[in-house]
């Protein structure tokens, strides 16, 4: 275990807290430090608000002096990605198009943190409209991996996967569409965790592809993981599509479930393409549940291979629609040079939004266009249902699955051109949210060269409970996560 406070767990940190041996205001004011020290390399954070964060650790300190501490999250720092709306503060989702605006209002997700004592530290950064894989694509430039600076954390909530490897926040928020929390998290060795889709709110999230966006944690470990998750989940009359159910304690079913469990292999995921250090952490993980009696099974999902045009299809449908909304009228930037209406839609819209955001929206209009409609769109979503089907055939025969969850470990900053090359990042993710099941990250080993590798365990529908007690049986025989980049 670290000495240090900005590297210690949630779990270790709420303990301190609450036996007076550490102040919130001095774990924030370690947090703080430290995000000054290393974030001018690091750069995961768009804007922070120093003064409120020592605001809210006070107030977390008065309230424990009080006897009214609100649980484990309660004077804790934790970081938001530049997508998640807090009251007052800053909300661009690293675009031109926002740079200006601040959130009248605070997302669900927010309002929950806030009650449970957190103390809301910083905006942090990703691709734009979390359009990406690396961060590369946010418009006010891309934050570095602390592994190694000359590479990406990945993305797009790269700001979020770096700030924690950093020690400059003790738990992140982050948003998945494809693969955006699990991916950084493997890239920069932490845990990440995409819950079912319906299982948190996205209220006051900046919507990218409405059928696909969850918004989960990333942590030091999986218990971390499981304490922000019983935080933030749960039914919200404000999104339609969440889901009406009672939310376990997570943390107290980590220590029900012991296994063994059914964990089967996709043999698509173990294909051409696969980094072979990749591969071979991930085949001694297998190894290591086999060793504790857990059945391995090969299985198949026969449909993989159209996840990524089913998904690319989807996404930027959805995107061009969600992005309408920014047309220099209500929202973000406003060209100052419009002769009239159209004018206005089209200069504010091409000076505010970058190229990867535009060529979402052309793709996706293109795909929604009538004519092309039934060939493009109404196609994925029948492709869709198959590929849904393949994951709920598999469960009838294991609990969960383990794959990959990057082919390869971090890559160098400006190394990836091609947008196909980046999409490919993805190839290991994408289908978990085509079909809206949950899915986390858990550090697996590094490289030879010290980059971090993460394994994928993806579980059934609204079984977190049971996915986390599996990557928690893992990480209890490695110590993987308790390492720490050097800056
Ligand atoms: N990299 C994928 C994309 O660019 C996924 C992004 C995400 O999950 N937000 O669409």
Same mark, same amino acid.
């Given at each position: 275990?670290?000495?240090?406070?900005?590297?210690?767990?949630?779990?270790?940190?709420?303990?301190?807290?609450?036996?007076?041996?550490?102040?919130?205001?001095?774990?924030?004011?370690?947090?703080?430090?430290?995000?000054?020290?290393?974030?001018?390399?690091?750069?995961?954070?768009?804007?922070?608000?120093?003064s409120?964060?020592?605001?809210?650790?006070?107030?977390?300190d008065?309230?424990? /002096?009080?006897?009214?501490?609100?649980?484990?999250?309660?004077?804790?720092?934790?970081?938001?990605k530049?997508?998640?709306?807090?009251?007052?503060q800053?909300?661009?989702?690293?675009?031109?198009?926002l740079?200006?605006?601040?959130?009248?209002?605070?997302?669900?997700?927010?309002? *929950?943190?806030?009650?449970?004592?957190a103390?809301?530290w910083?905006?942090?950064? !990703?691709?734009?409209?979390?359009?990406?894989?690396?961060?590369?694509?946010?418009?006010f430039?891309?934050?570095?991996?602390?592994?190694?600076?000359?590479r990406v954390?990945?993305?797009?909530?790269?700001?979020?996967?770096?700030?924690?490897?950093?020690?400059?926040? =003790?738990?992140?928020?982050?948003?998945?569409?494809?693969?955006?929390?699990?991916?950084?998290?493997?890239? !920069?060795?932490?845990?990440?965790?995409?819950?079912?889709?319906?299982?948190?709110? *996205?209220?006051?999230?900046?919507?990218?592809?409405?059928?696909?966006?969850?918004? /989960?944690?990333?942590?030091?470990?999986?218990?971390d993981?499981a =304490?922000?998750?019983?935080?933030?989940?749960?039914?919200?009359?404000?999104?339609?599509?969440?889901?009406?159910?009672?939310?376990?304690?997570? *943390?107290?079913?980590?220590?029900?479930?012991?296994?063994?469990?059914?964990?089967?292999?996709?043999?698509?995921?173990?294909?051409?393409?696969?980094?072979?250090?990749?591969?071979?952490?991930?085949? $001694?993980?297998?190894?290591?549940?086999?060793? $504790?009696?857990?059945?391995?099974?090969?299985?198949?999902?026969? +449909?993989?291979q159209?996840?990524?045009?089913?998904?690319?299809?989807?996404?930027?449908?959805?995107?061009?629609?969600?992005?309408?909304?920014?047309?220099?009228?209500?929202?973000? +930037?406003?060209?100052?040079?419009?002769?009239?209406?159209?004018?206005?839609?089209?200069?504010?819209?091409?000076?505010?939004?970058?190229?990867?955001?535009? $060529?979402?929206?052309? &793709?996706?209009?293109?795909?929604?266009?009538?004519?092309?409609?039934?060939a493009?769109?109404? $196609?994925?979503?029948?492709?869709?249902?198959?590929?849904?089907?393949?994951?709920?055939?598999?469960?009838?025969?294991?609990?969960?699955?383990?794959?990959?969850t990057?082919?390869?470990?971090?890559?160098?900053?400006?190394?990836?051109s091609?947008? &196909?090359?980046?999409?490919?990042?993805?190839?290991?993710?994408?289908?978990?949210n085509?079909?809206?099941?949950?899915?986390?990250?858990?550090p697996?080993?590094?490289?030879?060269?010290? &980059?971090?590798?993460?394994?994928?365990?993806?579980?059934?529908?609204?079984?977190?409970?049971?996915?986390?007690?599996?990557?928690?049986?893992?990480?209890?025989? +490695?110590?993987?996560?308790?390492?720490?980049?050097?800056?």
């Amino acid at each position: 275990m670290s000495s240090e406070l900005h590297f210690k767990s949630i779990a270790d940190l709420s303990g301190l807290l609450e036996n007076r041996q550490v102040s919130s205001v001095e774990l924030t004011t370690a947090v703080i430090g430290r995000t000054k020290a290393v974030d001018a390399r690091v750069r995961a954070f768009n804007s922070f608000d120093e003064s409120g964060a020592l605001a809210q650790a006070a107030a977390s300190d008065a309230r424990r /002096g009080a006897g009214k501490a609100r649980g484990p999250l309660d004077g804790i720092p934790v970081g938001l990605k530049d997508v998640i709306a807090v009251a007052n503060q800053p909300l661009t989702a690293s675009s031109r198009m926002l740079a200006n605006f601040v959130s009248p209002y605070d997302a669900t997700v927010t309002v *929950r943190l806030k009650d449970a004592g957190a103390v809301l530290w910083g905006r942090l950064n !990703c691709d734009e409209f979390a359009m990406g894989s690396s961060t590369e694509n946010s418009a006010f430039g891309p934050t570095a991996n602390p592994w190694d600076l000359s590479r990406v954390p990945g993305g797009s909530s790269g700001g979020s996967s770096a700030a924690l490897a950093a020690g400059e926040a =003790i738990a992140t928020l982050g948003s998945d569409t494809g693969g955006s929390i699990r991916q950084p998290a493997a890239l !920069c060795g932490v845990v990440g965790l995409k819950p079912t889709y319906g299982l948190v709110s *996205r209220y006051g999230l900046v919507a990218f592809a409405s059928s696909l966006d969850q918004i /989960g944690p990333f942590a030091r470990t999986v218990e971390d993981a499981a =304490i922000v998750l019983s935080t933030i989940a749960g039914h919200d009359p404000h999104d339609s599509t969440s889901f009406k159910a009672a939310v376990p304690d997570y *943390r107290a079913e980590l220590k029900q479930r012991r296994g063994p469990w059914r964990l089967g292999i996709p043999q698509e995921y173990f294909g051409a393409g696969l980094d072979p250090e990749v591969n071979a952490a991930v085949q $001694r993980a297998i190894a290591f549940y086999e060793a $504790r009696g857990c059945t391995i099974k090969e299985v198949s999902l026969p +449909h993989t291979q159209y996840c990524l045009d089913t998904y690319y299809i989807i996404a930027t449908a959805e995107a061009s629609s969600n992005l309408a909304r920014f047309d220099g009228v209500r929202y973000g +930037h406003r060209s100052k040079d419009a002769k009239d209406a159209v004018d206005l839609y089209f200069k504010s819209r091409s000076e505010g939004f970058g190229a990867e955001v535009k $060529r979402r929206i052309i &793709l996706g209009t293109y795909v929604l266009s009538s004519g092309y409609y039934d060939a493009y769109y109404l $196609r994925a979503q029948k492709v869709r249902t198959l590929i849904r089907q393949d994951f709920l055939n598999a469960y009838r025969e294991v609990d969960a699955l383990l794959t990959p969850t990057s082919p390869a470990p971090a890559f160098k900053l400006g190394e990836k051109s091609d947008p &196909l090359a980046l999409y490919l990042c993805d190839i290991y993710t994408i289908g978990v949210n085509l079909a809206g099941l949950p899915a986390v990250s858990v550090p697996c080993g590094f490289t030879g060269g010290g &980059l971090p590798i993460g394994l994928q365990l993806i579980g059934q529908p609204f079984q977190e409970a049971e996915l986390l007690a599996i990557a928690r049986g893992y990480e209890e025989g +490695h110590e993987w996560g308790q390492r720490h980049p050097v800056l």
